[in-house]
């Protein structure tokens, strides 16, 4: 077990030291800094100005380990437009998009695991076809029109939640909706896919024999097995609900990091960006890696193998 959590822990940092520099070059690239920091309207004086202060003038690599060293002291460097510190302006919106993702994934799984054991164990009835059914509208349909549409319906004709806003529960009720809906047809197949193969396995047919109760042998032996990969693929989800939160966090009108990130490129406020992109691979890193060592502790074949 010890070798595998330290495989894993290298790939993991090699990843994430992979789209710090990727993120960092390419932003680098798309904006001129000194010019985002001059502003519109500068003269080229106070543009070369700025970059000799600020030290744009530097070689890449050299400005980049100087910022990747900054990041590993915990400094993520000063925002051009607010003038103020990147980790106290992300630390004032992450609690809004961690609520929604947590709140979201929650929603996904509650909705999506049982509705894929249901569907597995009645296989080819309308229990199995409403299942697939809402899998398929779930892909097809955009999230943000899925947004609008309960906007529509429950803010303004019903009156029943607010539309904009993060001060009460009730404000979270339909991002929570219009966000894990988007994670649950992926989730509600993987479950539904894994239940019907360990339905038919041998070992269940033998629990089955025994005389053990269908709950017993569905809950505690099938759903076991069958649980596995909707663990990582959860994480993985998780990571894309913090990252794909931009679009719902803007139709909402909450102030997260999704909606910072947004702001951010707009006026081209570069340590900003580029800390809100690390960050974000670093929660999906970090999620991927807890999800295969749980797996690892789950199925002793995993980690054996080292896979």
């Known amino acids: 077990m010890a070798r595998y959590l330290v495989q894993r822990l290298l790939l993991a940092l090699g990843v994430i030291v992979f789209v710090s520099a990727l993120t960092f070059a390419l932003t680098e690239a798309t904006v001129d800094p000194a010019l985002a ?3 519109e309207g500068a003269t080229e004086e106070a543009i070369q100005q700025i970059r000799r202060q600020y030290g744009f003038d530097r070689p890449l690599v050299e400005r980049y380990l100087g910022w990747l060293g900054g990041i590993a002291s915990g400094d993520l460097g000063e925002s051009y437009r607010m003038r103020r ?3 106290d302006i992300i630390g004032e919106h992450l609690p809004v998009t961690l609520k929604l993702g947590f709140l979201s994934l929650a929603f996904a799984i509650l909705v999506a ?4 054991v249901l ?3 009645r296989q080819n009835t309308w229990i199995d076809r409403f299942a697939l059914s809402v899998s398929v509208i779930g892909q097809a349909l955009p999230n943000f029109l899925f947004a609008l549409l309960l906007i529509i319906v429950f803010g303004v004709n019903l009156r029943w939640l ?3 806003g993060s001060g009460t529960w009730q404000h979270f009720v339909m991002p929570t909706i219009a966000l894990g809906y988007y994670a649950m047809p992926a989730l509600m197949r993987l479950t539904r896919s894994g239940m019907i193969e360990a339905l038919e396995a041998d070992y269940v047919r033998t629990a ?3 005389g053990l109760s269908p709950g017993t042998v569905v809950f505690r032996h099938a759903l076991q097995n069958a649980i596995l990969p909707v663990v990582s693929l959860g994480a993985v989800q ?3 609900m913090l990252g794909g939160s ?3 966090e803007v139709v909402f009108g909450l102030n997260g990091l999704g909606y910072l990130a947004r702001e951010s490129i707009r006026r081209a406020d570069l340590p900003v960006v580029q800390s809100i992109v690390l960050l974000i691979s670093f929660f999906y890193v970090v999620l991927i890696l807890l999800a295969d060592v749980l797996n690892g502790l789950l199925d002793p074949r995993i980690r054996s193998t080292g896979a």
Not at 113 to 116: A, D, E
């Open 37 to 39: 920091v001059a502003g």
């Open 85 to 87: 510190p990147v980790a």
């Open 113 to 116: 695991i049982p509705l894929g």
């Open 119 to 121: 569907a597995a164990v």
């Open 162 to 164: 607010p539309i904009s």
């Open 208 to 210: 089955l024999a025994k």
């Open 238 to 240: 998780f990571g894309f």
């Open 246 to 248: 931009v679009i719902i």
